[in-house]
């Protein structure tokens, strides 16, 4: 009897554990982009490769140069990250899923000068893509993935 | 006085009234002796059957119940004190077990049907922004633009106006 009592313990565990985790653990990738027309120095990152052809129409550049870059593995969906350059920061403050979706505060530093300040609801299926501002010939781009 | 049939002796000496010189002409007139008195033997427990059957029918209800009641004593199952608790125990276990059961199945398939509402990652929604603003003491020219590319499934948020940057700022 106390082994059947603990079998069925066991296997309600079990299926509340997979129940509860409805929402798997998912990254967030976010990159800061220079966009520019320039000869390719390095090749395009992997992260950049899946939307590069819409990055490519909406921009009108044809290379993307990875500047700052954070991978954040969201397990409560409140996590908080930053992806960093030498110049430019973004601040990533998760605010919890709602309807498959992540809400994102986002705040673009230039060194300390706060640039932009912007709430979004990530989509698992939908990358955001931020126009930042103009650097040298080329374009500040910032893009968020769920991966 | 009349002659007997053969009928009427036979039954008389069934019945042993036959006696003296007619008893002995009759055994005499019988062709297979043995067969005749094995005959009568079973005459004889027939009609001692039937006499006991009815005696007992004529108490017909008491018979029915005695009856009644020795074959329920011959068919109820031997069961000690002690089996009787322990089955009366094992129902109520059994219950109980049922019912934990029945919670469980319940629980998994109702985790089951969530899982299954909740859409896989791929799901059909655009990335939406709620809003966005830009410092106009730092970017007072900065006007912001927000789609949707349906196709290409990207939410882009446009900034226009920022200051332009040189191009050391593009340093990793």
């Known amino acids: ?147 | 006085m009349f002659m007997k049939t053969f009928e009427e002796k036979w039954t008389a000496w069934i019945d042993d009234q036959l006696t003296g010189r007619e008893l002995e002409k009759f055994l005499a007139s019988l062709p297979d002796r043995t067969a005749a008195e094995a005959e009568k033997q079973n005459a004889k427990q027939v009609g001692s059957l039937l006499r006991e059957q009815a005696m007992a029918l004529s108490n017909a209800d008491f018979f029915s119940h005695q009856l009644r009641g020795r074959l329920d004593r011959e068919n109820a199952p031997i069961r000690s004190e002690p089996d009787a608790i322990r089955t009366g125990w094992w129902t109520i276990r059994r219950l109980l077990w049922g019912g934990i059961t029945s919670l469980a199945v319940f629980a998994i398939c109702t985790v089951l049907v969530f899982r299954e509402g909740t859409p896989p990652s791929q799901s059909q929604y655009l990335t939406q922004i709620l809003g966005a603003q830009v410092d106009p003491t730092v970017s007072p020219n900065a006007t912001i633009t927000m789609f949707q590319k349906k196709d290409d499934h990207v939410t882009v948020l446009w900034v226009d106006g920022l200051q332009s940057l040189p191009p050391e700022y593009a340093a990793k």
Do not use: C
């Open chain 1, 1 to 147: 009897m106390r082994s059947h009592l603990l079998l069925l313990v066991a296997i309600l565990s079990v299926a509340l554990s997979i129940g509860g985790a409805s929402l798997p653990e998912q990254t967030v990738w976010s990159g800061l982009i220079i966009a520019t027309n320039s000869p390719p120095t390095e090749p395009t990152p992997a992260e950049i490769t899946q939307i590069e052809g819409t990055l490519r129409k909406l921009f009108g550049y044809s290379q993307f140069q990875l500047i700052g870059e954070a991978r954040k593995t969201l397990k409560t969906g409140q996590e908080d990250w930053l992806a960093a350059s030498k110049y430019f920061s973004l601040h990533v403050d998760s605010r919890g899923e709602k309807a498959d979706a992540y809400v994102l505060n986002l705040k673009l530093f230039q060194e300390q000068k706060l640039l932009l300040e912007t709430k979004a609801r990530l989509s698992k299926a939908s990358p955001l893509v931020i126009r930042g501002p103009q650097v040298g010939d080329g374009q500040l781009v910032i893009v968020l993935v769920v991966q």
